[in-house]
């Protein structure tokens, strides 16, 4: 959840710290459709910059940074959907999340808009996971 300005400093450390031949993975927002929608939505519900790219877009500025695609794997954004949240974090720590939306009024307001934003944007919004290995 960068600018891409922060993106392409992030990957220029990637690419320092990997030998040749190197692997890194990561997991990103991807954006379908409406980018600048996505990211002014994101960025005023989330208070952080952040800048889902598409497709073609991650894999220029991975390769800009001199990282070469491996692999990638996309999906629908499942994040603060009961099943997913129960399947990443146990029941547990799933339990302990909704106590403290629920106990905590700013916590719960800001949720619940993410979550909001996530629903409306279902279409539009999902991750995606890219394997690369340096140059």
């Not at 997991?27 to 073609?56: C, D, K």
């Given at each position: 959840?960068?600018?891409?300005?922060?993106?392409?400093?992030?990957?220029?450390?990637?690419?320092?710290?990997?030998?040749?031949?190197?692997?890194?993975?990561?997991?990103?927002?991807?954006?379908?459709?409406?980018?600048?929608?996505?990211?002014?939505?994101?960025?005023?519900v989330n208070r952080v910059n952040a800048t889902p790219?598409?497709?073609?877009?991650?894999?220029?500025?991975?390769?800009?940074?001199?990282?070469?695609i491996q692999n990638s794997q996309t999906g629908a954004?499942?994040?603060?959907?009961?099943?997913?949240?129960?399947?990443?974090?146990?029941?547990?720590?799933?339990?302990?999340?909704?106590?403290?939306?629920?106990?905590?009024?700013?916590?719960?307001?800001?949720?619940?808009?993410?979550?909001?934003?996530?629903?409306?944007?279902?279409?539009?919004?999902?991750?995606?996971?890219?394997?690369?290995?340096?140059?």
């Amino acid at each position: 959840m960068q600018s891409p300005a922060g993106k392409a400093k992030i990957l220029r450390g990637v690419y320092q710290c990997l030998k040749p031949g190197g692997q890194f993975l990561t997991h990103e927002l991807l954006a379908r459709n409406h980018e600048i929608e996505l990211h002014r939505v994101l960025s005023s519900v989330n208070r952080v910059n952040a800048t889902p790219l598409s497709i073609e877009d991650w894999k220029a500025t991975l390769e800009t940074a001199g990282l070469h695609i491996q692999n990638s794997q996309t999906g629908a954004m499942r994040l603060l959907h009961l099943p997913s949240l129960i399947a990443d974090e146990g029941v547990n720590s799933t339990l302990k999340i909704f106590w403290n939306i629920a106990t905590q009024p700013q916590m719960r307001s800001r949720v619940l808009a993410i979550r909001q934003v996530f629903q409306q944007y279902q279409q539009d919004l999902g991750y995606i996971i890219l394997a690369t290995t340096k140059f």
